[in-house]
């Protein structure tokens, strides 16, 4: 039997539990990627709001942002599986032996460690918007939140698509670190029908091959989508689509000499 009978028979035989640690694996992927990218708005907006001017107010956000800035600097430079230990482990020992239920702690974990990549990302798009937009849009009345609102949220959500497509796709492949609480996503799948069959490579090629399947779907997906808000890159004045570059040349130069008489 060559390597593809193995694998074949293998997702013959064992299936059902492919897909169930398949399913699980997207859920908390596209909900902790949504709970984060929440997470990484309000914390991105909160830490480029305008200093208050009011003493109290502005000794209350420098603590404010103390604390966010050490949220995403711990959770951003330790790995998730530690992440998850800590937490999962952590909850028990201060709650009398009684862990947390596994999917919620998935969710959990995945969402707040999505979140403090997400702030950062956030807060980049944000400073990125040219200093003029605020400035117009303060000069015709709107407030700092409706200017957050109205007009820089709506060009940060779209400038950081593609870094929160690419988080979705690295959150698919790191839910495999959450089987060390006993989440059953598709690493822990792969590693209990190994436990099972012994057919170690067979087992985990199939699995890689269904990684990957997902992610590049994924991809793609996301790219169309990316594509589709992009809009025509190439687009012509009204009135100007039967003119050549002749024509518009010689009706400048027609312009400027009349403008000199």
């Given at each position: 039997?060559?390597?593809?009978q193995?694998?074949a028979?293998i997702?013959?035989?064992?299936?059902?539990?492919?897909?169930?640690?398949?399913?699980?694996t997207?859920?908390?992927?596209?909900?902790?990627?949504?709970?984060?990218?929440?997470?990484?708005?309000?914390?991105?907006?909160?830490?480029?709001?305008?200093?208050?001017?009011?003493?109290f107010?502005?000794v209350?956000?420098?603590?404010?942002?103390?604390?966010?800035?050490?949220?995403?600097?711990?959770?951003?430079?330790?790995?998730?599986?530690?992440?998850?230990m800590?937490?999962?482990?952590?909850?028990?020992l201060?709650?009398?032996?009684?862990?947390?239920?596994v999917?919620?702690?998935?969710?959990?974990?995945?969402?707040?460690?999505?979140?403090?990549y997400?702030?950062?990302?956030v807060?980049?798009?944000?400073?990125?918007?040219?200093?003029?937009?605020?400035?117009?849009?303060?000069?015709?009345g709107?407030?700092?939140?409706?200017?957050?609102?109205?007009?820089?949220?709506?060009?940060?959500?779209?400038?950081?698509?593609?870094?929160?497509?690419?988080?979705?796709?690295?959150?698919?492949?790191?839910?495999?670190?959450?089987?060390?609480i006993?989440?059953?996503?598709?690493?822990?799948?792969a590693?209990?029908?190994?436990?099972?069959?012994?057919?170690?490579?067979?087992?985990?090629?199939?699995?890689?091959i269904?990684?990957?399947?997902?992610?590049?779907?994924?991809?793609?997906?996301l790219r169309?989508?990316?594509?589709?808000?992009?809009?025509?890159k190439?687009?012509?004045?009204?009135?100007?689509?039967?003119?050549?570059?002749?024509?518009?040349?010689?009706?400048?130069?027609?312009?400027?000499?009349?403008?000199?008489?």
């Amino acid at each position: 039997m060559n390597i593809f009978q193995k694998m074949a028979d293998i997702f013959a035989k064992y299936h059902q539990m492919i897909f169930k640690g398949i399913g699980y694996t997207m859920l908390v992927s596209i909900i902790g990627t949504i709970i984060g990218l929440v997470i990484g708005l309000l914390i991105g907006v909160f830490r480029t709001m305008p200093t208050p001017k009011n003493k109290f107010l502005r000794v209350l956000k420098k603590v404010a942002d103390w604390i966010l800035s050490a949220y995403v600097e711990i959770f951003r430079g330790t790995p998730m599986m530690v992440q998850a230990m800590v937490i999962f482990w952590g909850f028990a020992l201060i709650n009398n032996g009684v862990t947390l239920n596994v999917v919620f702690a998935g969710l959990f974990i995945v969402s707040i460690n999505t979140g403090a990549y997400m702030a950062e990302i956030v807060r980049g798009g944000i400073i990125s918007v040219s200093k003029g937009q605020f400035e117009g849009a303060h000069a015709i009345g709107m407030t700092h939140a409706q200017t957050m609102f109205y007009v820089v949220i709506p060009q940060v959500l779209r400038n950081i698509l593609p870094s929160v497509a690419n988080e979705f796709v690295i959150n698919i492949k790191d839910t495999s670190v959450l089987n060390v609480i006993g989440f059953t996503e598709l690493y822990f799948v792969a590693y209990t029908i190994n436990s099972i069959n012994y057919q170690t490579f067979a087992t985990y090629l199939l699995v890689a091959i269904i990684y990957f399947v997902l992610t590049f779907t994924i991809t793609r997906i996301l790219r169309l989508i990316e594509k589709k808000m992009d809009g025509k890159k190439n687009y012509t004045v009204q009135g100007s689509q039967n003119m050549d570059a002749d024509s518009i040349l010689r009706e400048q130069t027609a312009a400027g000499g009349n403008g000199n008489d």
